[in-house]
């Protein structure tokens, strides 16, 4: 099954551990994307990767890292987390049509 | 003005009623338009996806954009309880991100 896969689904963790968001897609998709939903502000987009080893800043991109190492992977970092990165973190990737397949999300608590 | 807009609702319809749902932007660079549904603890599914103007029709789903008025709708005919979600409109201009840029999402309830 075409699916992009993300772990863990939920995390609760302290102010300044560092954690990691994996996410990983089976479609062989060149193009992956990490999107933070939060309410009243939507979908925003943090970073995005157009192939293995490019990778760039979307709208929000402060506190966050990445890296695409391998073409199906591609992580979220949170070097040292704070309490206003609680959110439902979405990964997603893009095939050769315009959308984009979602994974089911990552709640992130931040204490 | 922010660059897509959209009535968060709720909106709640009896079962069988025909459902309407828009968005509004400001963007003339969008070319791209998509609609998601999101079930509650679930990822955005794609729906309909559309370039440029014109209609799309999915069996039930039919998509409209109009690039002049900037303005595109999702109709749902027949809506079932299994419609009940929240809707978002999604855009993009293409280009190398391929960035969508999303509503705030409508939430719908069919009521049996």
């Known amino acids: 099954e075409a699916q992009v896969t993300q772990n863990p689904r939920y995390l609760i963790t302290v102010t300044g551990k560092k954690l990691t968001v994996t996410c990983s897609q089976n479609?062989?998709?060149?193009?992956m994307s990490w999107y933070r939903q939060d309410p009243g502000l939507g979908l925003r987009q943090i970073y995005y990767?157009?192939?293995?080893?490019?990778?760039d800043k979307g709208d929000v991109p402060e506190g966050y890292k990445v890296s695409r190492k391998e073409k199906r992977n591609f992580p979220l970092i949170l070097e040292s987390p704070s309490p206003n990165q609680t959110s439902l973190y979405f990964c997603?990737?893009?095939?050769?049509?315009?959308?984009?397949?979602f994974g089911s999300g990552t709640r992130l608590t931040v204490v | 003005q922010k660059e897509v807009e959209q009535d968060p609702g709720p909106l709640s319809v009896p079962e069988g009623a025909i459902v309407s749902l828009n968005c509004t932007y400001s963007?003339?660079?969008?070319?791209?338009f998509m609609w998601y549904r999101q079930y509650s603890r679930k990822g955005p599914e794609l729906l309909m996806y559309t370039y440029s103007s014109g209609n799309k029709e999915d069996g039930r789903f039919t998509a409209q954009v109009d690039k002049s008025s900037k303005y595109i709708s999702l109709f749902i005919r027949d809506s079932q309880p299994s419609d009940s979600a929240t809707y978002l409109c999604a855009m993009s201009s293409g280009g190398s991100n391929y960035k969508l840029t999303f509503g705030k999402g409508t939430l719908l309830t069919v009521n049996p």
């Open positions: 963007n003339s660079a969008f070319q791209y």
């Open positions: 997603a990737s893009r095939g050769t049509a315009a959308g984009y397949t």
């Open positions: 990767s157009m192939n293995v080893e490019v990778t």
């Open positions: 479609m062989n998709h060149e193009y």
